[in-house]
């Protein structure tokens, strides 16, 4: 008997199989070493593969697809659904070998190394920023237990760098002066890795075309439009910019029954990053929006009758959906005075 399709359920170590044939009978249900997989899947005709959305899932679904299999890659969310009863491996393989057949099942595109690399740079980059804060904050915490306190801001951070250097500044005991030192140089270390990062962006970003597209639209920057560039390689995956938006999360959340619609605040599912750097990207627009309000009538207007944060993220939305137009279908951003004229 051929096996057909196979629910693969992925882990660190020890890899879950759940395979049927054409009339939906269990073939195989066994577990696998990590060291097994491959030697197994080699062994097989070409099937229906379905695995989970989660770490290392896109590494071995180019592993599979290159011995021929074809794979299909779901979210863990939408799997969730088919689990019986108790969760164990078994069930979890059991449960992606009956989604991944389901016609309704929305698939994830499978990431190539490259594009992981590139992602990679923005996740490496978002790591590196936390930590800054990290020790930023620890520096004005150290620095105020002894009641020398400075602005907020670069300025105020310059100021603390510069008593902690001071070697005649009574103010600070041996000791402290030796333990923050060690964080102020840390502090350049990580503002060293960060500029090593973003000088990669920039060539990176350069070297794309739609990501210089993309550059073009209001509040996206150099970091946004690579971002968006190296994670959607393929905007036909979504219908419309609202589904682009949509999956970013940044749509309203439904609570509907009834007939009666209810629209929550935003659902925030997809990717976070994206939607950090456009709703951040999006403040940068609004306040230049305060300055020059006839420039930017909409959003004039929109902050007129809803809060700051909120017309953020509705301009968030917007800019979404002008990138997926611009990826989808070419050409830069024209500002709505120029595209009327």
């Keep these: 008997m051929q096996i057909t399709t196979i629910g693969f359920d992925l882990a660190k170590n020890v890899f879950q199989v759940h395979g049927i044939d054409a009339t939906e009978k269990v073939i195989i249900r066994k577990p696998l070493r990590r060291g097994q997989v491959i030697k197994f899947f080699a062994g097989l005709s070409p099937c229906l593969v379905g695995m989970e959305a989660c770490a290392s899932a896109h590494y071995w679904a180019r592993e599979l697809t290159r011995l021929g299999h074809e794979v299909r890659l779901m979210p863990a969310k939408d799997v969730k659904a088919y689990v019986k009863r108790n969760k164990n491996d078994a069930a979890d393989a059991e449960a992606i070998c009956e989604a991944v057949r389901r016609p309704t099942m929305r698939f994830v595109q499978m990431k190539s190394a490259d594009q992981q690399g590139r992602l990679m740079q923005h996740r490496a980059r978002d790591l590196l920023l936390r930590q800054r804060t990290q020790v ?11 009641g020398i306190v400075a602005a907020q801001g670069r300025e105020g951070l310059k100021e603390l760098l510069a008593i902690i250097a001071d070697e005649r500044d009574v103010r600070l005991p041996l000791n402290a002066r030796t333990s923050l030192i060690v964080l102020a140089a840390q502090l350049q270390a990580l503002q060293t890795l960060i500029g090593s990062i973003e000088k990669r962006l920039v060539v990176q970003h350069r ?8 550059e073009s639209v209001p509040g996206i920057g150099i970091i946004g439009a690579s971002a968006i560039a190296a994670t959607v390689t393929d905007p036909k995956v979504f219908r419309s910019g609202r589904d682009f938006a949509a999956w970013i999360g940044l749509v309203p959340r439904q609570d509907s029954t009834g007939g009666k619609q209810k629209l929550g605040p935003i659902s925030k599912q997809g990717d976070r990053y994206l939607r950090r750097i456009l709703v951040v990207g ?15 009538p909409w959003l004039t207007q929109l902050l007129a009758r809803r809060p700051f944060k909120v017309v953020a993220v509705a301009l968030a939305n917007k800019m979404a959906r002008v990138a997926w137009a611009l990826l989808a279908t070419g050409g830069t951003y024209r500002m709505p005075a120029l595209a009327a004229a």
């Design 136 to 146: 930023i904050n620890a520096l004005r915490a150290h620095l105020a237990e002894l």
């Design 282 to 296: 999006a403040h940068s627009v609004l306040r230049r929006a305060k300055l020059n309000p006839e420039k930017y």
């Design 207 to 214: 070297a794309n075309e739609a990501s210089k597209r993309l």
